[in-house]
């Protein structure tokens, strides 16, 4: 099938108008290991914003002739692209957020790869030097506000969502807005998407001009989760341990909508983190909700995580169901919780620095089949660890479900094997079975093979 592509050339307005010639030839090297394949990859996800797609694979192959360079000039850069997707313009002009966008993208990839990666300024191999990695990453994007109260709510779940619990996602995201909060989400479609959209809303009635909504993401998942229009501050992190922790770093509270395994994955992780010992008396508003109909999903939930890391987990959330202004109050209140505490102890409100990220859910987890294989999965450990375990174990079954590498590998070797007790896989199997049955792991209409197999 061929589609709509259009060649085209555009310069920066206003950021990153000049680079030096190193960092152009680092930036078109197509060598093995080099920064062009990222640079396309993300690039590419940029320009199919909107599309209906959640396949890095699929979006590779069906732009493969997309080729993106850079020109040097006296007066600056100009981004010389070839058979760039046609959606992405209007009347031969490229839309105004997706041009932001692009620049957003090459101004990561530059800084990561020149900034972060091989300086001895950031010991890699430590939580210290990882989590400051993560703050200059985010500073140099300027979406760290000094001088600016607790008012960011991160919200997760999933793209592949029903269309009532996407409208319950707007719901939300309007009684956020009207209560003067912003939103920061993992910048794609469904419940990524809708809490932005409601917010925008409210925001305009409460003639709010300086709405801000947060899109976090990384090179491997974002040719999946295309960045919504609704983004007006895209941040690509270099993977998706950093991603979250800069979710967690940089939000004050978080709203868990209905998802699959990336949701299941994000919320692990927030619950890992809480449940260290140094965070017990550490504020952070943590709600899941959803409409009516997502009533069974977070009981499944629920009982999945008081069967695998305990009832210690459960107590650090609330469930609420179908009440969107029960929730923002809830966040509101949460808000105003983390001020003080952080007030009190003269912590950052723009950064989270007292929150205590234990160095297993910063190492970066590359989802092959023998990592897989090899998960600790057993329940005689500390609970916030078997958390850091049961997250990789998700995280390889987002990679298999819509990363482009993930994808690969369950094409050429099978499917992951996921093995660990059996009071631990007989809940994540039911889980994950609820995830198909509901069909959260594809979006509706796209038939769904699972890329893991179970084994106690």
């Known amino acids: 099938m061929e589609y709509n592509v259009v060649d085209t050339q555009i310069s920066p307005e206003g950021r990153l108008e000049i680079l030096s010639k190193a960092e152009v030839a680092k930036l078109l090297d197509t060598s093995q290991g080099g920064l062009y394949d990222v640079f396309r990859s993300c690039s590419l996800a940029v320009l199919n914003c909107g599309n209906g797609l959640d396949d890095g694979k699929e979006l590779l192959e069906r732009y493969k002739n997309f080729d ?6 006296e007066r ?21 957020g997706i041009h932001e966008h692009l620049f957003a993208v090459l101004r990561d990839v530059i800084y990561i790869n020149d900034e972060i990666n091989g300086n001895p300024k950031f010991n890699l191999e430590t939580t210290e030097g990882l989590t400051d990695s993560v703050f200059h990453i985010l500073r140099n994007a300027n979406v760290l506000r000094p001088m600016t109260t607790p008012n960011i709510v991160v919200c997760w779940g999933g793209h592949s969502i029903s269309r ?20 920061c989400t993992g910048c794609g479609p469904g419940a990524m998407k809708g809490p932005m959209k409601g917010a925008a809303i409210a925001h305009s009635k409460q003639r709010i001009t300086g709405g801000r909504y947060l899109g976090f993401s990384e090179p491997g998942i ?9 983004v007006n501050d895209l941040v690509i992190l270099p993977d998706i341990e950093k991603r979250l922790e800069a979710f967690v770093r940089a939000g004050h509270g978080i709203v868990v909508f209905p998802g699959g395994a990336g949701t299941a994955e994000e919320i692990l992780y927030i619950l890992g983190i809480l449940l260290h010992p140094d965070n017990a008396d550490l504020p952070f508003p943590l709600v899941f ?31 609420i169901v179908d009440d969107p202004v029960r929730v923002a109050q809830e966040m509101q209140d ?14 950052a409100y723009y950064f989270n620095w007292l929150l205590k990220v234990d160095h297993e859910f910063q190492k970066p987890f590359l989802p092959t089949h023998e990592n897989m294989r090899n998960l600790q999965l057993q329940k005689d450990q500390p609970s916030h660890l078997l958390a850091a375990n049961l997250r990789r174990a998700f995280s390889g079954v987002v990679a298999g479900n819509v990363k482009d590498q993930g994808i690969r590998a369950i094409e050429k070797h099978g499917k ?20 198909v049955a509901q069909h959260r792991m594809k979006l509706p209409g796209k038939k769904y093979n699972p890329c893991y197999r179970i084994i106690t």
């Open 68 to 73: 993106i360079s850079i020109i040097q000039r």
């Open 76 to 96: 600056g850069i100009k981004l010389d692209m070839k058979s760039a997707p046609a959606r992405a313009f209007v009347d031969g002009r490229m839309i105004k």
């Open 164 to 183: 009532e619990e996407y409208d319950y996602t707007k719901d939300v995201g309007y009684e956020l807005g009207l209560r003067a909060m912003d939103i």
């Open 222 to 230: 974002i040719a999946a989760e295309s960045p919504n229009p609704i």
């Open 289 to 319: 909700t959803g409409p009516k109909s997502a009533a069974d999903y977070f009981t499944q939930i629920d009982r999945f995580i008081g069967e695998t890391i305990g009832a210690e987990a459960q107590r650090r959330y609330k469930i």
């Open 334 to 347: 949460g808000m105003k919780r983390v001020r003080e505490f952080r007030k009190e102890r003269s912590d």
């Open 416 to 435: 992951f094997e996921i093995r660990g007790d059996a009071k631990i896989m007989g809940p994540m199997d039911a889980l994950l079975s609820s995830f």
